[in-house]
């Protein structure tokens, strides 16, 4: 995947600076409280008092460490990731404040570069990478206090520019440092850390069959010694927290189960939050099913979270009504998981349309008025580009965004819950964590491609200007 030259493409002639520097300030600006007061964002499994009781553990709790959760306590590691060496370091109160900050600042800079260098102008990649940070699931992780996935996410974005780097620059530093960065993810949130190692290296795949049959040898020689050291960096850094998982027998054990019974017992438990195929329209009409589950303005009504069980029920209603349900008392306890969410997926429309836009340049062809028109313009060019890329992410979005629907639509993510490692996986609306970089990449390419069109010294500008 050689870098193109950029000089026949046109960019916003702004200072390459002023695009990440304009990330950090709207970051700043809309986290303002967390800088100038005492505020701390509400966060529940990251609660002051679950991290008092960690950074109490801490720098040992990184080798071996006892959380006196409960009367009996239990054994607890905390991975050595950057994320709990701040915590050990910065004031319980600054961290709790800041750390969601720093992830976001970091992932949006990531995005923001891995999109620049897949050969989209800075103004594309600025889009892209707000669309990455501020739609999606990912800033609406931080009432649910899930600091793992924030971590993920960071490091997820750096193994993929590291990738894509490495695949242009073809030096083995750039796939160990790829491999390094998968490793961090895994250790921040396994379960979709292993996600994003799947995303990583159909990226790989991707870029570089792509390519193969244009380089010479010693190219293709880089590619797969880079990939290896990729392969082995990722699992050096990712050993312990790999370990930890099967050591535990999560991967075996299942809530519940009885024996005889644990294949079907374990479909169920691993298949309660499945993404309903209905609520697709939440991801680019905001709040159409609601916000989170007991929201005081707009609850959440959809059916995610909702035990398997009730799903011939059509209403609490009628649940409650088979149940003979007589009591208060039992019927909240019975509605527990008619339905549950915390945290939203949510695109926006405007992100539709830039997506939509990327996808109608697939089959766009201008029609040409006479003989000088018949050479290669900037259209053509800018196609041959970025039309595998697109269909790419959008191959991305679609096997994600089914394999999410979980019970609704068993066979994908069937099959990959049949994979090691894998079947110890919860929740099919994990997935959409891989939507999310599809969609923001997708919609990087629509902005681009609008950019582009919007020059004011156009070809088409120009023949306009002749008649």
Not at 116 to 131: D, H, K, P, Q, T
Not at 353 to 366: G, Q, T
Request: proline share 6%; with cysteine; glycine share 6%.
């Amino acid at each position: 995947m050689p870098k193109a030259k950029r000089s026949s493409l046109r960019d916003d002639g702004l200072p390459s600076w002023v695009w990440p520097v304009a990330l950090l300030v709207l970051i700043v600006i809309y986290f303002g409280r967390c800088f100038t007061s005492d505020q701390i964002l509400m966060s529940q499994d990251a609660s002051l008092a679950t991290l008092s009781r960690a950074k109490a553990m801490l720098p040992a709790g990184l080798v071996s460490g006892w959380d006196p959760i409960n009367w009996l306590g239990m054994q607890i590691v905390y991975p050595a990731t950057p994320t709990w060496f701040l915590l050990y370091l910065m004031p319980l109160e600054s961290f709790a404040r800041l750390i969601y900050v720093f992830h976001i600042m970091a992932a949006a800079l990531l995005s923001f570069y891995w999109l620049r260098r897949m050969e989209l102008c800075n103004i594309a990649a600025f889009f892209g990478s707000l669309v990455m940070t501020f739609a999606g699931s990912y800033l609406t992780y931080i009432q649910p206090g899930h600091i793992g996935k924030f971590e993920m996410t960071t490091f997820a974005m750096l193994a993929l520019l590291c990738l894509t780097r490495g695949l242009q620059t073809k030096r083995w530093s750039d796939f160990v440092w790829a491999g390094v960065a998968l490793g961090l993810s895994l250790q921040g949130a396994i379960d979709v850390g292993a996600l994003m190692v799947l995303l990583v290296a159909a990226w790989f795949l991707f870029n570089a069959g792509r390519g193969w049959l244009s380089v010479d040898d010693r190219t293709r020689r880089s590619w797969v010694m880079g990939f290896m050291s990729l392969v082995a960096a990722s699992g050096v850094v990712a050993f312990p927290i790999v370990r930890s998982l099967f050591g535990s027998g999560l991967v075996s054990n299942v809530p519940g189960a009885q024996e005889g019974d644990v294949s079907e017992q374990k479909w169920q438990w691993a298949t309660q939050w499945s993404y309903p195929p209905s609520e697709v329209v939440d991801l680019f009409a905001p709040g159409y099913h609601g916000w989170k589950t007991q929201d005081p303005r707009s609850p959440y009504w959809g059916a995610l979270g909702r035990n398997p069980q009730f799903d011939p029920f059509a209403t609490p209603a009628a649940l409650l009504k088979a149940a003979n349900v007589t009591s208060a008392a039992q019927a909240n306890q019975i509605l527990q998981f008619w339905n549950f969410r915390f945290n939203g997926d949510f695109h926006g429309t405007v992100t539709l349309l830039m997506i939509l836009l990327a996808l109608v340049a697939l089959f766009a062809r201008e029609t040409r008025e006479s003989p000088e028109e018949a050479r290669p313009d900037w259209r053509e060019e800018w196609l041959r580009r970025h039309q595998a890329a697109i269909v790419f992410w959008t191959v991305v979005a679609a096997v994600a965004l089914l394999a999410s629907f979980g019970r609704h639509f068993p066979p994908p993510f069937r099959l990959l819950h049949s994979l090691p490692l894998f079947n110890s996986m919860r929740n099919p609306n994990k997935l959409l964590v891989i939507v999310t970089p599809a969609l923001a990449a997708l919609a990087a390419i629509g902005m681009d491609r609008l950019w582009r069109e919007t020059e004011p010294g156009s070809d088409r500008g120009s023949r306009n200007a002749k008649r």
